[in-house]
């Protein structure tokens, strides 16, 4: 089992910044794994925004957050970051991080999500 712990959403105003970040704990985790962004907003399906491999870091992001998001991680502590820059009030979600063995797009654990509000 891996356990996937969330922090630092919250309310901000259009075109503040949010640092979100995800620590993964559990007996069968390690730093191989790819540790994803995925959000999921009212009425709408959960959506992929970003990852980042850990062999070679190289990251992916979806187009509308190109630019104004940043996935780093910190391997010695299992910890993921996303830095969100100029958000949007469409960016208000409940973001989700996720953890997978093979692949930057999908997630085999799910943490419990943390809800972003970007208000106008």
């Known amino acids: 089992q891996v356990q996937l712990v969330e922090s630092g959403g919250g309310l901000v105003q259009a075109g503040g910044s949010l640092r979100l970040s995800c620590t993964a704990s559990?007996?069968?985790?390690?730093?191989?794994?790819?540790l994803n962004w995925f959000r999921q907003a009212p009425g709408r399906e959960r959506e992929f925004i970003t990852g980042?491999?850990?062999?070679?870091?190289?990251?992916s992001y979806q187009d509308d957050v190109k630019g104004r998001f940043t996935i780093t991680r910190d391997d010695a502590k299992n910890t993921v970051f996303l830095q969100m820059n100029n958000l949007r009030p469409e960016d208000t979600a409940k973001y989700y991080c996720?953890?997978?063995?093979?692949?930057?797009?999908?997630?085999?654990?799910w943490g419990q999500g943390i809800q972003v509000t970007v208000s106008t």
């Open positions: 559990g007996r069968t985790f390690d730093m191989s794994w790819f």
């Open positions: 996720g953890a997978s063995r093979a692949s930057m797009w999908t997630a085999d654990y």
């Open positions: 980042i491999r850990s062999t070679d870091g190289h990251t």
